[in-house]
């Protein structure tokens, strides 16, 4: 069993930035990968970024790209989602999670992942 938190999240005006944060306990050893997604009210979960265990490979979704950064901390298990230059459409609930799957190009589909962690609220204001 894998145990994520998420934190950072928050509302914050058009043009701002957030950090997010996810925080893993448990059986971390097991995943490969870590991703964030995000689900808008009556919206299908979106894959937003992820990033490989070492940090050597990362993955974004065409509509964050050059605005967020993914990041992560192996000493403290914890992977970080920097949201600059945020937009209203960039709003919603964002959630981390993590895969055992090694290929990167299954990264971007939600049902590759085995843990979820609880959301946590990004509101961006016009």
């Known amino acids: 069993q894998v145990q994520l938190g998420e934190s950072g999240g928050g509302l914050v005006q058009a043009g701002g930035s957030l950090r997010l944060s996810c925080a893993a306990s448990?059986?971390?050893?097991?995943?490969?990968?870590r991703g964030w997604f995000r689900q808008a009210p009556g919206k299908e979960r979106e894959f937003v970024a992820a990033?490989?265990?070492?940090?050597?490979?990362?993955y974004y979704a065409d509509s964050v790209k050059g605005r967020f950064t993914i990041s992560r901390d192996n000493a403290k298990n914890t992977v970080y989602l920097q949201m600059n230059s945020l937009k209203p459409e960039d709003t919603a609930v964002y959630y981390c999670a993590t895969t055992s799957s090694p290929y990167g190009s299954s990264w971007y589909q939600p049902l590759k992942y085995d843990y979820w962690g609880q959301g946590t609220q990004v509101t961006v204001s016009s």
């Open positions: 990033i490989s265990w070492g940090g050597g490979s990362t």
């Open positions: 448990g059986r971390t050893f097991s995943s490969y990968a």
